[in-house]
């Protein structure tokens, strides 16, 4: 199997507080893991492709300094959301590619539903 | 990326099949087209994918036309639990270390709403 965890599920953070998610490939390696975000009523937003040992690289409009990503490990990259404010909140999902020879796919972890008062 | 079309919501009987479509019509000859469902409040969860040849597995069927420029989605015997947003995605072939390389763009996908 491939299983990708995400930890916590859920926060709630006063406006202004940093808040960091983790995501965890568990039975795999994942050199590449990708952070999404996802308001009500709407897809799945790619926001940024994190490396392991490099830089993330973020898509256009997301903020580099306020979604800090750091890809520590194969099995472990983090998403800290700095001086959140309301308009943060929101679901956010990490996916973790799983790469065998020319096999590629993508795991979704559970998600982290952000709440920014 | 090729853009996909879906049909904004769609209901089924429990019981019965459901079959969802999708329009690819500027797709690649390289590209896959990739079927991943997503449960209210949860991650997506892949489904099936294919590049030219129709595709089976334990959850769902794939057909792509020959001329790749649409597909469809087959549930066999759709269930109450199989009621979540449908996405067909197009996925750039990319070079492994390109920018490009696996990203996942999503669309609004499918509502399936399977019914008793």
Known sequence: G???SQHPS???CKSGTSVKIECRSLDFQATTMFWYRQFPKQSLMLMATSNEGSKATYEQGVEKDKFLINH????????TVTSAHPEDSSFYICS???TSGSYNEQFFGPGTRLTVL | DAKTTQPTSMDCAEGRAANLPCNHSTISGNEYVYWYRQIHSQGPQYIIHGLKNNETNEMASLIITED?????LILPHA????TAVYYC???PPGVAGGTSYGKLTFGQGTILTVHP
Not at chain 1, 72 to 79: D, K, P, V
Not at chain 2, 68 to 72: D, H, Q, V
């Open chain 1, 10 to 12: 859920w926060v709630i």
């Open chain 1, 96 to 98: 973790a590619r799983k």
């Open chain 2, 68 to 72: 790749r420029k649409s597909s469809t």
């Open chain 2, 79 to 82: 269930t109450l639990r199989d």
């Open chain 1, 72 to 79: 520590a490990s194969l099995t472990l990259s983090t998403l």
């Open chain 2, 89 to 91: 995605i197009v996925r």
């Open chain 1, 2 to 4: 491939a299983v990708v």
